[in-house]
């Protein structure tokens, strides 16, 4: 059992600033990577941003120069820094864990409920 929470959605001006954040629980033996995707009504969902456990982070191209994203072990989360926001960042967003959580190599993907982030013009 696995579970992922996010906060810090809101309503935010064009041009302003948000920083979401999302806390794995359960049963984790170890999480190999951890991201986030969004979802503008009316379209499919989207990548935006992971980060693995080594560190290492990659951005889709629509997001990359303003958002940041960073993680800490210890917590067992990931964050989400936006900057410059624009309307069309307009969108739910999940959060997203790859996890192992038995003795085997395997692992499973999870999913948040998601965060809704509101940019006005």
């Known amino acids: 059992q696995v579970q992922l929470v996010e906060s810090g959605g809101g309503l935010v001006q064009s041009g302003g600033s948000l920083s979401l954040d999302c806390a794995a629980s359960?049963?984790?033996?170890?999480?190999?990577?951890m991201g986030w995707y969004r979802q503008a009504p009316g379209k499919q969902r989207e990548w935006v941003a992971t980060?693995?456990?080594?560190?290492?982070?990659k951005y889709a191209e629509s997001v990359k120069g303003r958002f940041t994203i960073s993680r800490d072990i210890t917590k067992n989360t990931v964050y989400l820094q936006m900057d410059s926001l624009k309307p069309e960042d307009t969108a739910v967003y999940y959060c997203?864990?790859?996890?192992?959580?038995?003795?085997?190599?395997?692992?499973?993907?999870?999913w948040g409920v998601g965060t809704q982030v509101t940019v006005s013009s």
């Open positions: 997203t864990a790859d996890i192992q959580t038995g003795a085997s190599l395997v692992s499973y993907n999870y």
């Open positions: 359960g049963s984790i033996r170890v999480i190999y990577s």
């Open positions: 980060i693995t456990s080594g560190g290492i982070t």
